[in-house]
């Protein structure tokens, strides 16, 4: 075995301990991710609303109610969910970060969507609305709100999923809202309403508080709830169309649909006596494929095609019943909500 040597290390400072390390700055310590979320939250936070309303209930008690809304105009129009200011007597107060109180009308409100616009009796500064069509799923997103009355309330997530459906309901319709984002920031009860933004802090979504750890949906800004939000701004409600049938997906028989190309269509479960379809002759058991020509696929394909523009106007359907398919008209209502 070779011989161990000891080998004195020697000293070429002069003694005194290291100079200790700088620490960074507050703005050299913050990393993109957080760079990012300071950055959307001092841009939207003064624009994101603490509504205070009050509705009746059963022996004529008042309740007092909470929720978000995020400004949208410079003259004081203001997007919220439609189930924070439900049974409401159409006013209440919005509260900012920096201490302005405003009154608050109702301009109108679309319980299908879950969308309601409000109007505040002065100008506010508006966030900037995107497109959640562009959104991924993975992507940094940032909810801002007014959970459990906390102001001006900051989380920060990723877009967990694209694509759910959320379960909406008036007192006499109920429907599917799509393509709603799942995000793992988290909501909590009074968040619904605030906002859901993306890096750049533009508005993708109006968020929605569920039950469950964890979890949270917002509604999308898209081109179709753009449409609704412009239609409550104008005309204080959205129109949709009314056929009077109950639906459920159906898997196409084989042979039908090697014709079409696809596998899938929807069902007649139930239809209303009286309704423009039981005038069209429809009937439990008929299979819908086309509406003016567009595959029916799923219920939320026809859903698509009930608005405003077709009510009172003719749509050619195209039915396949007991191995024949032909096509009939019939004529939308609308839909009373």
């Known amino acids: 075995m070779a011989d161990l040597q000891l080998v004195r290390a020697e000293r070429h400072d002069s003694g005194q301990p290291p100079a200790p390390i700088p620490l960074p700055t507050d703005d050299e310590a913050l990393d993109a991710y957080s760079r990012v979320v300071t950055t959307v939250a001092e841009r ?60 608050f009308d109702i301009v109108g409100a679309d319980p299908l969507s879950d969308l309601a616009v409000l109007r505040l009796d002065s100008d506010a500064e508006p966030a900037e609305l995107g497109d959640a069509e562009s959104l991924r799923v993975g992507q940094l997103v940032v909810a801002i709100g007014n959970p459990h009355g906390f102001a001006g309330s900051v989380t920060a997530g990723v877009v967990s999923a694209l694509g759910r459906s959320l379960p909406v309901r008036s007192r006499r319709a109920a429907r599917i809202v799509d393509n709603v984002i799942q995000t793992d920031a988290a909501l909590n009860p009074g968040n619904s309403g605030g906002a ?46 009314y056929l009077g049938i109950a639906l459920g997906p159906r898997p196409l028989p084989p042979r039908l649909g090697q014709q079409l190309g696809r596998t899938s269509a929807v069902e007649i479960v139930e239809t209303v006596e009286g309704s423009p379809a039981d005038a069209a002759g429809l009937r439990p058991e008929d299979l819908i494929l086309e509406v003016d020509g567009s595959p029916v696929e799923s219920v939320n394909d026809l859903q698509r095609h009930m608005v405003g523009d077709v009510i009172g106007r003719t749509v050619r359907v195209t039915v396949h019943r007991s191995g024949q398919t032909f096509d009939t008209d019939l004529v939308p209502v609308e839909l009373d909500v």
């Open 44 to 103: 939207l936070t003064p624009s994101v609303a603490n509504l205070r309303v009050s509705r009746r209930v059963r022996g004529g008690r008042r309740l007092d109610g909470a929720g978000s809304a995020v400004v949208i105009t410079p003259d004081g129009f203001t997007l919220t969910s439609a189930h924070v200011v439900e049974r409401t007597d159409g006013t209440g107060i919005a509260s900012f970060v920096d201490g302005r109180e405003l009154a």
């Open 196 to 241: 859901l933004v993306d890096g750049r802090g533009r508005v993708v979504g109006i968020n929605t508080a569920v039950a469950g750890v964890g979890l949270g949906l917002a509604v999308p800004i898209n081109a179709a709830t753009r449409t609704i939000v412009g239609a409550l701004m104008s005309e204080g409600r959205f129109r949709r169309a």
